[in-house]
């Protein structure tokens, strides 16, 4: 099993910036892939980042230029570093893991909250 425990969502005006962080812990020698989903209300959860354990990032075109996963492995934590934000990023972000490199997630964390204020 992994833990995934998300923090530093927050509320924040258009323009601002947030730092995400993902602290695992468990058995996440088994983990291959991170990443950083958000769902907005009304809305299908979808995949803003991720991270594979060699250092590959990948974006989706939205946020390409304004956020970046990053993560220590020292710490065990992942982060996201969202700068520019705008309303339209207004979501609970989730932290998730995958065993394998195709993406599918096999543990969330419990979600934070991003609210961005016109």
């Known amino acids: 099993q992994v833990q995934l425990v998300e923090s530093g969502g927050a509320l924040v005006q258009a323009g601002g910036s947030l730092r995400l962080s993902c602290a695992a812990s468990?058995?996440?020698?088994?983990?291959?892939?991170m990443g950083w989903y958000c769902q907005a209300p009304g809305k299908q959860r979808e995949l803003v980042a991720s991270i594979t354990r060699g250092g590959t990032t990948n974006y989706v075109d939205s946020v390409k230029g304004r956020f970046t996963i990053s993560r220590d492995n020292g710490k065990n934590t992942v982060y996201l570093q969202m700068n520019s934000l705008r309303p339209e990023d207004t979501a609970v972000y989730y932290c998730?893991?995958?065993?394998?490199?195709?993406?599918?997630?096999?543990?969330w964390g419990q979600g934070t909250q991003v609210t961005v204020s016109s």
């Open positions: 998730a893991a995958a065993k394998g490199y195709n993406l599918v997630p096999n543990y």
């Open positions: 468990g058995s996440i020698f088994s983990i291959n892939v």
